[in-house]
């Protein structure tokens, strides 16, 4: 592994340390992999990342090309809210340090677009009712009476949820989608500044489990929006998010009338009208004393008999929730003129490629390279 040997000049601009520790991150990159891969020491990288020295040309173009940002990523900061706050990762014990921090950091610069169109565009107000949950003292109707406050809050009634991701967004929430490439996480959240940002894997594929992931980090954003997360109350807070969960996409008053038998063929008419997996419902079932034991366990004994415990029936029957604000917001700009591809570009001082993914929009759409051509006006009109 050779030195840092093109040491930089005095000339022009040096690159900001910490964006230099944000692009890495950023790619899920360690410190030591990121030194193998641009061909100098870990403490030179821990250098360049404090502020102690410069890359020098040569690094700085490998630094460049493995992290995929332009050079005015490495030059600018952004103005920002502040930092995520307290992100809810489930498998906090499990999930490797720089996956956590690749996908805070995604978080991070959707919360950077988002800054971006609020410029230009009157995103939704963040839409929460006023209600304090103590963690420690906070019990299970605590939990149940915050699901239904925040139902009536947002209109829903009491039956079935359809569209949550367009709930949310409406009330000011901002959700991504994209491949996250880690088997432990299906979906994270936290606050950056005064809004709350879901990030959804893009490799939950059923429609029933990605419903119960939304509000899951529904759940932590009403319940924890100060809590820091720690391996001491993770699984406290992991349940009382669960409980969230269940509690509003099932209300106990409303789904307990409609839990008339506790055979496997009932619950599937149950899942083709709420939408929730057979599993959740189960669980809520007991929790609300519908279901006994053995009533419980003789379900997911039909449910192990017929191998259908990771793959549910009437999966496919209800589509993953796909955000819309970001890419809309995005198209908006462009298609009215408002802020052209380049000035997005500038901007935001990030790789279109991570624009595009972060805000779902079809990969090329922002490629400045692409020359836009019409028919004829005449052949327009006569084609109407």
Request: charged share 25%; aromatic share 6%.
């Amino acid at each position: 592994m050779s030195k840092d040997k093109d040491a930089p000049t005095s000339v022009g601009a040096k690159p900001i340390p910490e964006r230099i520790r944000e692009a890495r991150e950023a790619r899920g990159l360690s410190g030591e992999s990121f030194a193998d891969a641009i061909g100098v020491s870990r403490q030179a990288v821990a250098q360049f990342e404090t502020g102690q020295t410069s890359p020098g040309g040569e690094t700085m173009s490998r630094i460049i090309a493995e992290t995929g940002q332009p050079i005015s990523f490495f030059t600018n900061v952004p103005s920002r809210p502040g930092e995520p706050r307290a992100p809810f990762f489930r498998s906090l014990k499990r999930m490797e340090q720089q996956q956590r921090r690749r996908i805070v950091r995604r978080m991070q610069w959707a919360g950077d677009i988002g800054m971006l169109l609020e410029r230009f565009i009157d995103l939704p107000a963040v839409n929460f009712p006023d209600f304090e949950f103590d963690l420690e003292r906070g019990d299970e109707d605590d939990i149940e009476r915050a699901a239904e406050s925040l139902r009536d809050h947002w209109g829903l009634g009491r039956g079935p949820i359809r569209g949550l991701a367009a709930i949310m967004e409406q009330n000011g929430i901002l959700i991504v989608r994209e491949p996250v490439r880690c088997q432990d996480m299906d979906a994270v959240s936290c606050w950056i500044g005064g809004r709350p940002i879901v990030l959804l894997s893009e490799e939950v594929v059923s429609g029933p489990r990605d419903l119960f992931n939304l509000a899951h980090e529904l759940g932590h954003l009403a319940l924890h929006p100060d809590v820091e997360v720690s391996g001491a109350n993770l699984d406290m807070i992991e349940k009382q998010a669960n409980r969230f969960a269940s509690a509003f996409l099932l209300p106990r008053e409303s789904f307990s009338r409609e839990v008339l038998g506790s055979s496997l063929a009932y619950f599937k008419s149950l899942k083709s009208r709420w939408g929730v997996a057979i599993a959740a419902m189960a669980y809520r079932s007991r929790d609300l004393g519908i279901l006994s034991e053995n009533q419980y366990s003789y379900l997911f004994r039909q449910m192990n008999a017929q191998r259908i415990r990771k793959v549910e029936p009437l999966d496919d029957m209800f589509p993953v929730n796909r955000p819309t604000v970001l890419g809309e917001g995005l198209r908006m700009l462009v298609e009215h003129g408002v802020h052209s591809r380049s000035q997005i570009e500038a901007s935001l001082s990030l790789n279109l490629r991570d624009v595009e993914a972060i805000a779902g929009l079809d990969h090329g759409y922002l490629d400045q390279r692409v020359v836009p051509i019409r028919l004829h006006a005449d052949i327009r009109d006569d084609h109407k």
